[in-house]
């Protein structure tokens, strides 16, 4: 009689639980890697804001005015009076600026305000880093706008769920 080779029923189910259980541990462990990469984007991307802004209230020191590409999905460089009006100048031209040149959008994927592939700068205030579904915009906003005479610039990122905690999110304030 000849002996039979090959694999018993239960040995093929050992072997196909074995790589179920490691399939299962690698997806695990590459969503982590996935969320703490696009985490790691975030704060860059508010500590290139930060590091921008600096820059820029440099170049208004010594020349009172700045290049900068001010209307949206606009290339042109156009000279800025920094100190005419810092709301819109920290505001609403300084996103434009930001978005036209980097070209970036947010790494969740999100929308803002119902718009999307919008650029991941922001104007407005650290309010909407407290919320949820802005997490990842980075917010901008001169802080002369609710407090005249107030010569600061907020810059707030949510980089985490909740927004909510103090603990998931970067805020600083930048002086000009």
């Known amino acids: 009689m000849q002996k039979q080779k090959g694999f018993t029923l239960i040995e093929l189910l050992v072997v196909v639980a074995i790589i179920g259980v490691l399939a299962a541990v690698g997806v695990v462990a590459f969503n982590g890697f996935i969320k703490s990469a696009r985490i790691s984007v975030i704060k860059s991307n508010h500590e290139i804001v930060e590091k921008k802004i600096h820059l820029l209230v440099q170049e208004c020191n010594v020349n009172s005015s700045a290049k900068m590409m001010n209307i949206r ?3 042109q460089l156009n000279e800025v009076d920094c100190y005419g009006n810092p709301v819109w ?3 609403e031209y300084l996103k ?3 978005n036209n040149e980097i070209g970036w959008t947010n790494p969740l994927n999100l929308t803002s305000m119902g718009v999307s592939n919008m650029g991941t700068m922001q104007e407005g205030s650290c309010y909407g880093a407290t919320q949820d579904q802005y997490q990842g915009f980075v917010w901008v906003r001169s802080l002369t706008a609710s407090t005249p005479g107030d010569k600061r610039v907020s810059v707030c990122t949510c980089f ?3 927004c909510s905690s103090i603990n998931n999110r970067l805020e600083n304030y930048i002086r000009f």
């Open 160 to 162: 985490e769920k909740p």
């Open 96 to 98: 434009n600026h930001f």
């Open 89 to 91: 100048f920290f505001g």
């Open 73 to 75: 999905n606009d290339t």
